[in-house]
Structure formats: structure tokens, C-alpha cells
């Protein structure tokens, strides 16, 4: 079974990169062409157009609980759980509206992916106190004028260990409570399934993927004081939803 699992990985790994190659030029083209407020469009097809062929092709499935929670006029700050490779197309198709992920500046030097992300993403750069002041206004600019969703991993890095949760980094929290914005919760519930981040290598096969929204959480009128509460508030609704 896992040599069926492997080579059906390398399949996906085949079609991820056929689509990007495929519609690289329409992306290119198009940060050229379009106006600067077309980015959201860029961003809707990819999040609802790309991931549906992706996930078609490949045999997986959703079921998506808790969409009544989200409402597509609000800006958020997103958080879920973090295990595989797949995730960050997952937790893109399961979201009603469109968002900005928030990436590392490293990324960008990816052959293609990188221009791409920089051009869809909100860069985090740490080299020095400037740059993450820039990235910060940044930030906040994306959040409150142009009215973007912010993505990110409060586990800041893929989960591999037999724990349903890595200890959560507080950036999250005090990115929301600073900008005063509610804090969306997704959950990826039974990603084993689909691809197991305890298995060694290449994994993965088809099968649906369940993901539960949960009722987002206010941040108006908490302070960094609080931020250590609200991540362990979120984490515990996380592993609630792990638990079922």
C-alpha cells in the first residue's frame, strides 16, 4: 500500500507542476496587463480555480463544515493546523473569499513559485529592525486599506511529531490584537488520510479531506497582555476539532 501511496505522491508532484507550468504565462501576463486592484482576481483563481483542478485531478475530495461562520466581507487573521505539503492549497480551497498568506522573504528565490509570491503574499522579512517595521506597515496596511485576509501557521512550521499540535508562536495573536481583527479558525481534521506526515518520503492518496470552520474570535479591546490567552484559546478549539 505504500508503494501505491508513493507513486500516487509523485503523480500529484507531476500534476502540481504541469498546472504551474501551464498557466505560469497567464499569471506573468497578467501581473503585467492588470491593474494593481486585479490582484484579488489573481488570487480568487487561484485559491477556487487552481486548487479545484489540482484536487480533481488528483481524486480528493472536501467536505467543509462551518462555512455559516465566515463572513466574505470581513478581514481575518486565519490560523490552522499545519502537517503536510498539500495544506496550503487545502486550507485556500476551504476558504470562502480570497486571503494573502504570510511568507518568508526567502521564498522568493524559488525559480517561478518565487515571483508568484511575491506578488500574492505578504512578505516577512527579519534580516533587521527596519525590515520588519516595513513588514509590519506592510502588513497592517493589507489588513486595514485594502481589506485582505491574513493567512498563517501560529505552529510555524509542518507538524511531523505523534502530538496533534506543536507549541503555537504568539505572532498570530499579536498581529490580530495589534490590527484588532477577528481570528478565523480552520481545522484540518483527518489529513492522515489523504497524506500521512508520519510516513517517511513521498505520500499520498485520494479520499476527502474534512475541514471544520469554527466561530471566529473577537479581538476588539484586548491587549498584548492577552495575547498569550488567545492562543491558548484557539488551540484548545483546534484540538477539540482534532479530537472528534
Known amino acids: 500500500m505504500n508503494l501505491f501511496r508513493k507513486l500516487w505522491a509523485i503523480y500529484g508532484i507531476l500534476v502540481f507542476f ?10 506573468y501576463l497578467s501581473f503585467l496587463v492588470f491593474p494593481n486592484p486585479w490582484v484579488r482576481h489573481i488570487i480568487w483563481f487561484s485559491h477556487h480555480v487552481y486548487t479545484r483542478l489540482f484536487f480533481g485531478l488528483t481524486l480528493i475530495r472536501f467536505k467543509i463544515e462551518g462555512l455559516e461562520n465566515i463572513d466574505r466581507r470581513q478581514p481575518y487573521i486565519i490560523v490552522s493546523n499545519h502537517q503536510t505539503a498539500l495544506d496550503f492549497m487545502m486550507n485556500a480551497r476551504a476558504f470562502p473569499g480570497v486571503y494573502k498568506f504570510l511568507a518568508k522573504k526567502e521564498l522568493i528565490k524559488v525559480p517561478l513559485f518565487g515571483f508568484i509570491v511575491r506578488k500574492l503574499c505578504v512578505l516577512v522579512d527579519r534580516s533587521s529592525a527596519a525590515s520588519r517595521s516595513s513588514s509590519m506597515k506592510y502588513l497592517h496596511r493589507t489588513l486595514e486599506e485594502d481589506g485582505y485576509s491574513v493567512f498563517l501557521y501560529p505552529e510555524g512550521t509542518r507538524n511531523t511529531t505523534s502530538e496533534p499540535l506543536l507549541p503555537f508562536h504568539k505572532g498570530a495573536f499579536r498581529i490580530a490584537i495589534e490590527a484588532q481583527m477577528p481570528i478565523a479558525i480552520q481545522t484540518i481534521v483527518n489529513i492522515e488520510k489523504i497524506s500521512n506526515p508520519k510516513h517517511k518520503g513521498l505520500d499520498m492518496w485520494p479520499g476527502t479531506v474534512h475541514i471544520v470552520w469554527s466561530k471566529p474570535i473577537e479581538t476588539a479591546g484586548l491587549t498584548m497582555a492577552d495575547a498569550e490567552s488567545l492562543s491558548e ?4 478549539v483546534i484540538l477539540k476539532n482534532l479530537g472528534r
Not at 18 to 27: E, G, H, K, R, S
Open 18 to 27: 504541469l498546472l504551474w507550468l501551464v498557466l505560469f504565462p497567464f499569471y
Open 233 to 236: 484559546q484557539i488551540r484548545s
